[in-house]
């Protein structure tokens, strides 16, 4: 069964950090390029960063220099570290397999 489970969700003060996990079973992790999307209330969802098989990343100009995509093929895992959050931030966010399947969510809410 292919799933995602994602983590790291939480309540934050503006200027902090939060770092969120997702861990991937059922297909081969490695060989999939993985991304986090996020959905804010009465918005569209959008990509906010991706990592090719290779490791090579892409982020959403909004994020640029504040969050970090990385991948650890060894435990299945895909990790988004969040720094110098904005109230701007505050969303769903939810972990993709690209082409194959996405998690449950986990909110991420940023306090001014």
């Known amino acids: 069964q292919v799933q995602l489970v994602e983590s790291g969700g939480g309540l934050v003060q503006a200027g902090g950090s939060l770092r969120l996990s997702c861990t991937a079973s059922?297909?081969?992790?490695?060989?999939?390029?993985m991304a986090w999307y996020r959905q804010a209330p009465g918005k569209q969802r959008e990509l906010v960063a991706r990592?090719?098989?290779?490791?090579?990343?892409n982020y959403a100009d909004s994020v640029k220099g504040r969050f970090t995509i990385s991948r650890d093929n060894a435990k299945n895992t895909v990790y988004l570290q969040m720094n110098s959050l904005k109230p701007e931030d505050t969303a769903v966010y939810y972990c993709?397999?690209?082409?194959?399947?996405w998690g449950q969510g986990t909110q991420v809410t940023v306090s001014s």
């Open positions: 993709n397999a690209v082409l194959k399947t």
């Open positions: 059922g297909f081969i992790f490695s060989i999939n390029a």
């Open positions: 990592i090719s098989t290779g490791g090579t990343t």
